[in-house]
Nanobody, 121 residues
Framework: QVQLVESGGGLVQAGGSLRLSCAAS????????MGWYRQAPGKQRELVAS???????NYADSVKGRFTISRDNAKNTVYLQMNFLKPEDTAVYYC???????????????WGQGTQVTVSS
């Protein structure tokens, strides 16, 4: 099994910054891609950013130039640095990881519990 634990959410004024962290633990052999998703009230969950094991990144158009995703493979941790936050960034942010387990089976539907980010205007 794999556990993902997010941290770093909170309340911030528009224009401010937050840094989210997500640590993966469990019977992990290797982590392939990791990503951050968000879900605002009444909306579908959407991809915010993703990063491969080789550090290739992908961003939603709405966050390009403001958010930066990174990872520490030694710590099985992914980060999301969020700058110039806007009220429309308010959502619950979820971490996702595509994992190869220690038994060599792939498990890609791993989600954290979510962390609330609220940006006030």
């Amino acid at each position: 099994q794999v556990q993902l634990v997010e941290s770093g959410g909170g309340l911030v004024q528009a224009g401010g910054s937050l840094r989210l962290s997500c640590a993966a633990s469990g019977s992990i052999f290797r982590i392939n891609a990791m990503g951050w998703y968000r879900q605002a009230p009444g909306k579908q969950r959407e991809l915010v950013a993703s990063i491969t094991s080789g550090a290739k990144t992908n961003y939603a158009d709405s966050v390009k130039g403001r958010f930066t995703i990174s990872r520490d493979n030694a710590k099985n941790t992914v980060y999301l640095q969020m700058n110039f936050l806007k009220p429309e960034d308010t959502a619950v942010y979820y971490c996702n990881a595509d994992v190869i387990l220690s038994n060599w089976r792939r498990q890609d539907n791993n989600w954290g519990q979510g962390t609330q980010v609220t940006v006030s205007s």
